[in-house]
């Protein structure tokens, strides 16, 4: 296949920041006097921005002062543990130096837009991308398109010409609902997800992208 335009999710797909996430999450349960969670759990609950997590985090009977206060100290704890065990996956550093002279690269994630670009910045791969957009630059989040649609229009590339990689159903849905061919990779958080909502492609390792790009094919 080929491909002008690679946007990527975040979490799950370069970054493996769950046990992050996971402490971060299990903090503010114990700040609102409830016991930890199992991490895996924690990991289901991933993609669908921060107030999404807190709130399932915190169960139904929360009130939503409570899921406000807990959502305010979770961005707190985490704004300071972000990168304690965060890293890229395997990799991604190597994949992202071999497109960065050929093709436009990008990041659409429900993650905060200021802790996405410290992440990627704190990491030493901020500057490969041209944009990062995150679950709170604009109105709505993924899996509505408006974002991967900005993307397009500001970086002058087609739809049939730009990749989304994602690790969840709702990149894929992302992609499909603006109309750009979607890539899953089955290494990151939510890969069972791609059971009712299957990606154009499905990937174990983001080197395989890397020789499928190269190779201008698609298996």
């Given at each position: ?40 759990t924690i990991y289901s609950y991933v993609g669908n921005g921060a107030p999404v997590l807190i709130r399932k985090a915190l ?12 959502l305010q100290f979770f961005l707190d704890y985490y704004r300071e543990h972000m990168l304690d065990n965060t890293c890229l ?131």
């Amino acid at each position: 296949m080929e491909a002008d335009l690679l946007v990527f999710d975040l979490d799950g797909t370069l970054i493996d920041s769950k046990l992050d996430l996971a402490l971060a999450v299990n903090a503010a349960r114990t700040d609102a006097g409830l016991g930890p969670l199992a991490h895996e759990t924690i990991y289901s609950y991933v993609g669908n921005g921060a107030p999404v997590l807190i709130r399932k985090a915190l169960g139904p009977e929360a009130s939503e002062e409570q899921a406000e206060k807990g959502l305010q100290f979770f961005l707190d704890y985490y704004r300071e543990h972000m990168l304690d065990n965060t890293c890229l996956y395997p990799g991604v550093r190597e994949a992202l130096d071999e497109w960065s002279s050929s093709k436009k690269l990008a990041v659409l994630t429900n993650k905060p837009e200021r802790f996405s670009r410290m992440i990627l910045d704190g990491l030493g791969v901020g500057a490969r991308f041209a944009r990062v957009y995150g679950g709170n630059t604009f109105e709505t989040k993924k899996p509505d398109p408006f974002g991967l649609r900005v993307l397009l229009d500001e970086l002058g590339v087609c739809a049939p010409r730009t990749l989304m990689v994602g690790d969840s159903a709702v990149d894929v849905l992302t992609a499909r609902n603006a109309g750009v061919p979607s890539c899953g990779v089955t290494y990151g958080l939510q890969p069972e997800t791609f059971h009712e909502h299957p990606p154009d492609i499905l990937i174990d390792r983001l080197q395989e992208l890397v020789e499928l790009l190269r190779n201008g094919k698609q298996s």
